[in-house]
C-alpha cells in the first residue's frame, strides 16, 4: 500500500491510507485513494498555513469589521501568493476523482475555489496597495478588496475543516479494523510494528496540534522588536482613529482546547518505548515472521519523531521557553528549528516515506 502524508491544524493530523505494504505492490484502489487525498493533504499542510499567515499579516493593520482606510501607519503591501493557482487546480481535479466521497469531495470543492479567489485578490491587493492605487479612488477598492477577502477566508477554512473532518472519519475507521486484524494474524511482530508507529505517531500529532499552534503563535506575538542599526527613530504617538487592531487569530487557534500534558508525557514515552523495541525486532533476524526489507530504514524516522515530540511538549509545559532569536524566527513565519510543530510533521513525514518503502515477502489478507 501507499501510505499519504499527514496533515496537521483545526481537527488533527490525518494518515489517508490503510494498510501495509506487501511485496505484491498496493492496489487499483489504494492507488486511487492516495491520488485523491495526496493534493488534499498536500494543499492543508502548505496552502492553509500560506493562507492563515498572510490573513494574519493583513489583520494587523486593517480593522476586519470596518476594513482600511489607507491611512494606516503600518500599512504593508500583500505579496502574491504563488501556491495558490496550482494548488487550487489540483484540489479542484481531486474534488472530482474518484473514489467519489459526497461531504469531502464538497468540502474540497469550497477550499479549491476559495484558494484560487484569494490567489486572485492577493495579487491585485499587492499592485493595489504596492503602487499605492488607492490615492486615486479613496480606499474605494481597498474596501471592496477587504470584504470579498474575508468572504473567500472564509468560505477557504470552512473547507478546510470539511477536508480534516472527512478524512479523519476514513482512517480512523481504518486504523480501528487493521490494527486488530494484523495482531491477531500476525501478533505484535514487524508488520504490527510497521502500522503501529504510524497510528500511534499521528495520536500523538493530533493531540498536541491545535495547542502547539497556539504556543507558537503566542511566542510570535511576544518576540522583541528588531533592532534598528544607526540612530534610534524618534517615537511617534500613534493615531486613534487609525490605530491598528488587535491580530485576529486564526481559526484552529480561536478555540485552543487544554490538553493533558501528563498524559502527552505518557503517550510520548510509550512511543519512544514502542520505537526502540521496533528497532529491536527489525535488527534481530531470528523474530522475523517473514524476509523483510527497508524496516530498519523506518525505525530511524520513528526514533526522531519521538525525539522531536519530546522537544515539543518542552515548549508546552514550560520547561524549554522559546529564546528570543525562536520567537523572532515564528514571527517571520521561520518555524524550521528544533522543538516546533513543523519538525514534528517533517519527522512524521520521514517515517511514512520509509514505511511506504517496506517490503514483506507475505501478501496481507
Not at 505492490?25 to 499567515?53: F, Q, W
Not at 500534558?261 to 514515552?269: D, F, Y
Request: with cysteine.
Amino acid at each position: 500500500m501507499s501510505v499519504a502524508r499527514t496533515v496537521a491544524g483545526v481537527v488533527g493530523v490525518l494518515l489517508a491510507l490503510p494498510g501495509a505494504t506487501a511485496v505484491a505492490g498496493p492496489s487499483k484502489k489504494e492507488i486511487e485513494h492516495a491520488r485523491k487525498m495526496n493534493p488534499l493533504i498536500n494543499g492543508i499542510n502548505d496552502a492553509t498555513p500560506a493562507v492563515r499567515r498572510d490573513r494574519d499579516s493583513y489583520l494587523r493593520w486593517v480593522n476586519p469589521e470596518t476594513g482600511p482606510t489607507c491611512q494606516e501607519k503600518n500599512m504593508s503591501r500583500p505579496y502574491p501568493l504563488q501556491l495558490a493557482a496550482p494548488f487550487a487546480k489540483d484540489i479542484a481535479a481531486a474534488a472530482k476523482a474518484k473514489p467519489k466521497m459526497k461531504e469531502l469531495d464538497a468540502a474540497a470543492a469550497m477550499y479549491a475555489a476559495a484558494l484560487a479567489k484569494i490567489g486572485l485578490l492577493w495579487s491585485e491587493a499587492g499592485t493595489y496597495y504596492g503602487d499605492r492605487k488607492y490615492k486615486d479612488d479613496a480606499c474605494a477598492r481597498g474596501k471592496a478588496l477587504h470584504a470579498e477577502l474575508m468572504a473567500a477566508w472564509q468560505q477557504f477554512f470552512l473547507g478546510d475543516r470539511g477536508i480534516r473532518a472527512g478524512i479523519q472519519q476514513e482512517e480512523d475507521a481504518a486504523d480501528a479494523r487493521d490494527l486488530p486484524m494484523l495482531k491477531k494474524k500476525f501478533g505484535q511482530n514487524l508488520r504490527w510494528h510497521h502500522r503501529a508507529l504510524l497510528v500511534d505517531a499521528k495520536k500523538i500529532l493530533r493531540t498536541v496540534a491545535v495547542a502547539t499552534e497556539a504556543s507558537e503563535r503566542a511566542a510570535a506575538a511576544s518576540a522583541p522588536p528588531e533592532k534598528v542599526r544607526g540612530k534610534t527613530p524618534p517615537m511617534v504617538a500613534p493615531d486613534a482613529a487609525v490605530a491598528a487592531p488587535a491580530p485576529s487569530p486564526s481559526p484552529a487557534a480561536e478555540a485552543a482546547p487544554a490538553i493533558d500534558l501528563a498524559a502527552v508525557k505518557a503517550q510520548i514515552e510509550a512511543y519512544t518505548a514502542m520505537a526502540a523495541l521496533a528497532k529491536q525486532l527489525g535488527s534481530d533476524k531470528l523474530r522475523l515472521d517473514a524476509n523483510v526489507s527497508g524496516f530498519d530504514r523506518m525505525t530511524y524516522p520513528a526514533e526522531q519523531f519521538a525525539k522531536t515530540a519530546a522537544e515539543v511538549l518542552a515548549h508546552l509545559d514550560g520547561s524549554k521557553p522559546y529564546t528570543d532569536s525562536e520567537k523572532k524566527r515564528l514571527a517571520k513565519g521561520d518555524a524550521d528549528f528544533p522543538g516546533t510543530f513543523k519538525r514534528l510533521i517533517s519527522a512524521y513525514n520521514s517515517m511514512v516515506d520509509m514505511a511506504n518503502r517496506v517490503t514483506f515477502s507475505g501478501k496481507m489478507k
